[in-house]
């Protein structure tokens, strides 16, 4: 029997450091990312972004109608908490992968890939008496002498980014481009986001499919290139692949012979793209779009 617990702890031993080799260093990025996001909050420091994280967000675009790609950077974690200092920051893109020697990515009309600036810190009156009074112009005294609230507000920078051609003519249709913003002070966070772009061919209007892949799910990006809103059905084998959505939302969903999920019906405005998250029972596996099958609707009627 101690000779049978001794092989047991060897194999877990051995398991345990083939799980680390393959992810540790992501494991510890994000342990790292997560310890200094909640030192910085424990100073009042909160600089965040819709479109980017501490680890890099995936931003996907299947779409993409060659115009400017905008993103933006705030100053609160929701409408109640909000930094009360101001916050210096530099943000730069780029191009990734052989592309980028043929294409520049520029930001904020500037013919340029960086850029600086603050995001102010600023306070307003509010009035949430239901009195009806207008007090957006009161100063600091005036508003608290009134009996209204002299508040934070959240601080929030639009930007963008152009993609170019270096040599004029020059014909490409995907792009992947990564920003990344750095506050430089009074404290140092980044803040990283990749877009992954897919030019639109207007005279090839459509619903597509695209999934892409992580370590331990996937993400079904559904695209549509019309410009009105389409009702759009998916079926996949729920054996393989289990949904991540909330059902409430979705208007009609469809169940296998063991009460799993395997279909759904959703509506996509023109000219956008909307995602869910598939989780798969064989980790050893890779899934593609392949897997999915697509039907476009007239409506989300159960009936149609």
């Known amino acids: 029997m101690r000779r049978y617990k001794k092989k047991l702890l060897l194999l877990v031993i051995i398991i ?20 200094k996001d909640y030192y910085l909050k424990s100073r009042g ?5 819709d479109h980017l994280g501490s680890v890099t967000t995936q931003n996907v675009d299947n779409l993409w109608d060659g115009e400017s790609v905008e993103f933006n950077i705030r100053n609160n974690l929701n409408q109640e908490v ?6 210096g920051y530099e943000v730069s893109c780029t191009v990734k992968g052989e592309l980028s020697e043929y294409v520049a990515c520029y930001l904020n009309g500037k013919g340029t890939n960086e850029d600086e600036g603050v995001l102010s810190s600023f306070q307003t009156c509010i009035n949430n008496t239901g009195d009806g009074v207008d007090v957006s112009l ?19 920078k639009d930007m963008y980014f152009d993609i170019v051609a270096l040599d004029e003519g020059y014909e490409f249709s995907d792009v992947e481009v990564n ?18 772009l897919h030019k639109r061919n207007i005279e090839e209007e459509k619903v597509t ?5 992580y370590s ?32 409430e939302k979705i208007p009609y969903y469809g169940t296998d012979e063991d009460g799993f999920v395997d279909e759904i019906r959703v509506e996509i405005d023109g000219k956008k793209s909307i995602s869910y998250i598939f989780y798969k029972k064989d ?3 890779t899934h593609n779009a392949e897997d999915f099958v697509i039907w476009e609707s007239e409506g989300c009627d159960i009936n149609d």
């Open 16 to 35: 345990g450091g083939i799980f680390l080799a393959f992810n540790g260093i992501s494991m510890a990025k994000y342990i790292s990312s997560t310890v």
């Open 45 to 49: 420091f909160y600089f965040n972004s």
């Open 82 to 87: 909000i930094s009360t200092y101001d916050i």
């Open 138 to 156: 009161l100063n600091k005294t005036e508003c608290e002498l009134g009996g209204y609230k002299w508040v934070y507000q959240i601080a929030k």
């Open 179 to 196: 920003v990344t913003v750095t506050s430089t002070y009074p404290y140092k966070k980044t803040l990283s986001g990749d877009f992954i």
């Open 209 to 213: 499919l695209d999934y892409k892949n």
């Open 216 to 247: 331990n799910y996937g993400r079904l990006i559904i695209s549509n290139s019309y410009p009105e809103t389409k009702c759009v059905g998916i079926y996949w084998d729920a054996r393989e692949l289990v949904i991540d959505a909330d059902m």
């Open 283 to 285: 980790f050893a596996k």
